[in-house]
């Protein structure tokens, strides 16, 4: 805002001439101050979880996304978990077998039937379909009913569905940290549901404890918070690792002595691919009859394990009847199309496919891998071990000016701002300790993947080098320092009328 003094007038006279862009904002503060009368509390409040650097990394991305050719200095995305090694698999497929589609001349006589009103129970061969690929992700160890399969909006859909049914606005769930960004989003933004972070940290890989969680639902207590159950992603988003047998078993049996629920989200079940291998909860219950079944509830999805994220398809598994009636119930707010179930149901019931597809996940993931683990290495850069993901938890902590989340925070806008690569600082996901970013892998082709690696190197030796250099700088000071205390310790204070100095 300028001030501009008109002299012909009273000195007290002042024309005030506002720029653009501080009208613009003005405006969009009235509007706002509005908007907050005229809608729900809901609409308005900053509840949904989006004011995160999760999310605004991927805004950085958008705003100047990387392209070899068309923008080669733009930002690369390294922080979307998305499986786009094996789609080449499922393109050869559909070239294969065009009569899956109903938009196709070879399908097109299905779609009378596939284009009218569908229950919201889903197709039944679209069920049957999941039911069967649930159990062939699994390793065929264990069985799924298709009568228990609800369907829902991808797994976002799926978790805040389950929510619905288990608790009520204010209740809590129990999630081991650090735990994916956007739970607190899905979880919480419209059902009301309160997380509570079982805090885990790097000296056990950051596994939870017993002793970590009776210590979180203790304290819940204490403070009038009704725990309504335990939330898991198994394997872990953002850790990359799978839990083994023994820790799902204290798990299930802490969740069975309070008589509490176990949410196991399995969305990355495939892509395991090294030991140890994925025990899924409903292979633990078929060992532990000791545990209430009606307490068990699985999410999944064929976003991760396929890299179907714009298909939109989630499924609620529940042991409990009531919720899987509820849950269908609810269903019908956040339906897969028909459209969708007709052409997985087809592929999915191609055992031949399947089988190779789920070896080559496996197998091309462990590759991808190893790809970016050994640059990482090659350049002093480590990362927490994994066995699972599209991601890792990579290891920055000695290049923080403190060991503060602010410094996590300043050396994330270089990352995203200088080095022009999109990934995740561990705060996001409420790590309890500064210095890890979750970095993603399988999104890109491997020429970007390099790319990415070169700027991270470029950036990580320069970081070095000007540390040695600032290093050095200091040792130098302090050494000149204590040579001149040195001398003027070793000089006397008087000298000798004799001497040659004082001749001098």
């Avoid at 196991?264 to 495939?270: G, K």
């Avoid at 970007?448 to 250099?469: D, G, I, S, W």
Wanted: glycine share 6%.
């Amino acid at each position: 805002v300028h001030k501009q003094t008109n002299s012909t007038t009273s000195h007290n006279h002042t024309h005030c001439s506002i720029d653009t862009q501080t009208y613009t904002k003005l405006l969009d503060q009235k509007k706002m101050s509005l908007d907050k009368n005229l809608l729900s509390k809901l609409a308005v409040g900053d509840k949904h979880g989006e004011d995160s650097p999760y999310f605004d990394g991927w805004k950085a991305y958008d705003n100047n996304p990387f392209h070899p050719q068309r923008n080669p200095q733009g930002v690369i995305q390294m922080g979307l978990a998305e499986n786009q090694l094996c789609s080449d698999l499922i393109k050869e497929w559909i070239k294969a077998n065009p009569h899956a589609s109903i938009c196709t001349a070879e399908g097109v006589d299905g779609f009378s039937d596939i284009a009218v009103f569908q229950d919201y129970h889903g197709l039944k061969q679209f069920r049957q379909a999941i039911a069967a690929f649930m159990e062939r992700a699994r390793g065929g160890r264990v069985r799924f009913e298709e009568e228990r399969v609800v369907m829902s909006g991808g797994a976002t859909g799926a978790n805040e569905t389950l929510m619905f049914c288990l608790a009520d606005r204010g209740d809590a769930f129990l999630v081991p940290t650090p735990y994916y960004a956007a739970f607190d989003r899905d979880l919480s933004w419209r059902t009301g549901v309160r997380i509570i972070p079982v805090e885990c940290n790097s000296s056990n890989n950051f596994q939870v404890t017993k002793q970590a969680l009776e210590s979180a639902y203790l304290n819940a207590q204490e403070t009038g918070i009704k725990i309504k159950g335990l939330i898991l992603a198994n394997p872990s988003n953002p850790l990359g690792t799978s839990l083994d047998r023994e820790t799902l078993q204290t798990l299930m049996d802490f969740i069975n002595d309070k008589q509490i629920h176990l949410v196991c989200d399995e969305i990355y079940a495939a892509t395991v691919f090294a030991e140890p291998r994925f025990i899924s909860v409903a292979e633990m219950i078929q060992e532990m009859d000791h545990v209430n079944r009606d307490l068990i509830h699985i999410v999944y999805s064929l976003s991760k394990d396929m890299g179907l994220p714009g298909f939109r398809v989630g499924v609620v598994y529940s042991y409990n009847d009531a919720v899987v009636t509820c849950a269908r119930r609810m269903s019908s707010f956040g339906l897969v199309s028909s459209q969708t179930q007709s052409f997985l149901a087809a592929m999915l019931s191609d055992q031949i496919f399947v089988d190779n597809f789920l070896k080559e996940v496996s197998k091309r993931v462990a590759k991808r891998h190893l790809i970016f683990t050994e640059g990482l290495k090659e350049m002093g850069v480590s990362c927490l071990t994994s066995n699972a993901g599209l991601f890792v938890l990579m290891d920055l902590r000695q290049m923080l000016k403190d060991q503060t989340f602010e410094s996590e925070m300043s050396l994330w806008r270089i990352i995203i701002n200088k080095v022009k690569i999109n990934i995740s600082p561990g705060s996001s996901f409420h790590c309890s300790e500064p210095g890890w970013f979750r970095v993603c892998f399988a999104n890109m082709d491997e020429d970007t993947l390099q790319t990415a690696l070169q700027r991270m190197k470029h950036f990580v030796l320069r970081h070095r080098e000007n540390k040695k250099r600032k290093s050095f700088q200091e040792n130098l000071k302090l050494s000149f320092s204590s040579m001149t205390y040195d001398e003027h310790v070793r000089t006397p204070t008087l000298m000798s009328p004799h001497s040659p100095l004082v001749r001098t």
